[in-house]
């Protein structure tokens, strides 16, 4: 079991950064791949960045590319992710959340924190 706590949300402009930081409570937190979803009002959750147990792989959605980038330090338990170039519709609560496959599948990932507001001004 783990779970999972988000911050880093903010009110930021257009073209601005964050880094958002998730950290984990768990003593297999190593073994989990990680994810960063978000859902805008109105709208279904979707992928966003998603990174395996090592490090060595990572996965992004093709509107971030480039732009943000998801780590992990496994000493602190803790999966980050930078997110550079905003754009105001990027606006969204955004969700870490932890699962045993590499997956960009929001169903197949099994635990959930409880999000943090992203919002860009334009």
């Known amino acids: 079991q783990v779970q999972l706590v988000e911050s880093g949300g903010g009110l930021v402009q257009a073209g601005g950064s964050l880094r958002l930081s998730c950290a984990a409570s768990?003593?297999?937190?190593?073994?989990?791949?990680m994810g960063w979803f978000r859902q805008a009002p109105g709208k279904e959750r979707e992928f966003v960045a998603a990174?395996?147990?090592?490090?060595?792989?990572?996965d992004y959605a093709d509107s971030v590319k480039g732009r943000f980038t998801i780590s992990r330090d496994t000493a602190k338990n803790t999966v980050y992710l930078q997110m550079n170039s905003l754009k105001p519709e990027e606006t969204a609560v955004y969700y870490c959340?932890?699962?045993?496959?590499?997956?960009?599948?929001?169903?197949?990932?099994?635990?959930w924190g409880q999000g943090t507001q992203v919002t860009v001004s334009s």
């Open positions: 959340a932890a699962s045993s496959l590499f997956s960009r599948v929001t169903w197949q990932y099994g635990h």
């Open positions: 768990g003593r297999t937190f190593s073994t989990y791949a």
């Open positions: 990174i395996n147990w090592s490090g060595g792989s990572t």
